[in-house]
């Protein structure tokens, strides 16, 4: 296999027969220029014998490692070590990335051509399996377009646009610049890559695109609501190393500390949604360790995240403040329909 790859897209994989052949078959638009890495993560099915396939048939594009099941996270730890792209993205193996995946790669080759960025992002889609709330995440209204630009040209993200892993494509080496490797057997560690990443990106492209289709209501996903809430210390976990992934008074751009003050908001919120929806003494409890293991790193911004609005309405305690979390996430699963 060539050296020379300009992208490299890790699929992780874990149970997937059912579906990895349409998101494999989306990524092969991209050509030579890609590398695939499929990590099965001790499938138990046919994962193995169908990424085996590709191989077989693709050998300058696909590869493929078996491993024992680490997880989600553990899966995109070996794809970055085995990475020889300039650029790396995570594709999860029940999605897809679109028809404008070309046009991406001829915009990452403009881009390198002027000495490259350290992140590239896309939109991206919310594709339910009823149809019903489908929308794109676009961030015309935050970042410049079809240039090369820093975190001072950016402007205000609102509330549901998060830079997340369906819409960052980073370059290699950033995401290897904090030397920490993501928690095996754990869900909803994607946030924590983008926090690890984020404090080393200065030179961005923004491309107003679609790019990557982010499928939700498959049984069984992990964001479907009674799982989300089952595997809710994942997300606390997730929440805790984000914070503690950087010191925000470190970072020295401020627009940076403005936007990862947005992303952890964002992450808190969640967390005290998906917690208190169990509606028990116990994940109260877990949720208020979330709290002090965040004060404990940094009693500042823990003190800024626990008290601002509406976050500290959501923590209020007992049966009402449980009801009252209920209420405020019900109002924004009509903004972005979660599950």
């Not at 998101?23 to 092969?28: F, N, T």
């Not at 679109?98 to 960025?117: F, R, S, Y």
């Not at 030179?203 to 289709?213: F, P």
Request: aromatic share 12%; proline share 2%; net charge positive.
């Amino acid at each position: 296999m060539s050296n020379e790859k300009l992208l490299t897209v890790t699929v992780p994989c874990y149970n997937s027969e059912g579906y990895m052949r349409k998101c494999i078959d989306s990524l092969l638009v991209g050509g030579e220029k890609i590398e695939i890495i499929i990590i099965n993560d001790g499938s138990k099915d046919g994962t193995g014998a169908i990424a085996d396939e590709y191989v077989a048939k693709y050998p300058e594009i696909v590869r493929v490692v078996h491993q024992e099941n680490g997880g989600h996270g553990e899966g995109i730890n070996q794809g970055l070590k085995r990475a020889t792209g300039k650029y790396f993205k995570v594709v999860d193996s029940d999605d897809v990335l679109d028809e404008n995946l070309p046009l991406m790669i001829e915009k990452l080759e403009e881009c390198e051509a002027q000495g490259g960025v350290d992140l590239f992002v896309t939109n991206y889609f919310y594709a339910h399996e009823d149809g019903i709330g489908d929308q794109s995440i676009c961030y015309k209204n935050a970042l410049p377009e079809n240039r090369i630009f820093t975190w001072e040209e950016t402007r205000r993200f609102r509330l549901r646009q998060m830079l997340t892993i369906h819409s960052c494509t980073f370059r290699t080496e950033i995401m290897k610049k904090s030397g920490k490797e993501l928690p095996k057997h754990t869900f909803y560690e994607d946030n924590y890559m983008i926090c690890l990443s984020l404090p080393y990106v200065e030179k961005m492209y923004y491309l107003n695109k679609d790019l990557y289709r982010y499928t939700i209501g498959r049984e069984g996903q992990s964001v479907q609501r009674d799982i989300f809430r089952k595997r809710y210390k994942h997300q606390l976990l997730s929440t805790v190393l984000s914070f503690q992934s950087c010191h925000l008074d470190d970072l020295k751009s401020r627009k940076l500390r403005r936007y990862m003050k947005h992303e952890l908001f964002m992450m808190f919120g969640i967390s005290t949604f998906i917690t208190r929806g169990n509606k028990s003494k116990e994940t109260d409890a877990d949720l208020k360790q979330m709290w002090e293991d965040c004060k404990a790193f940094d009693k500042k911004y823990g003190n800024y995240f626990r008290w601002r609005t509406p976050l500290v309405f959501a923590n209020l305690p007992g049966a009402f403040g449980r009801w009252l979390t209920g209420v405020f996430y019900a109002i924004s699963n009509k903004i972005v329909r979660y599950y």
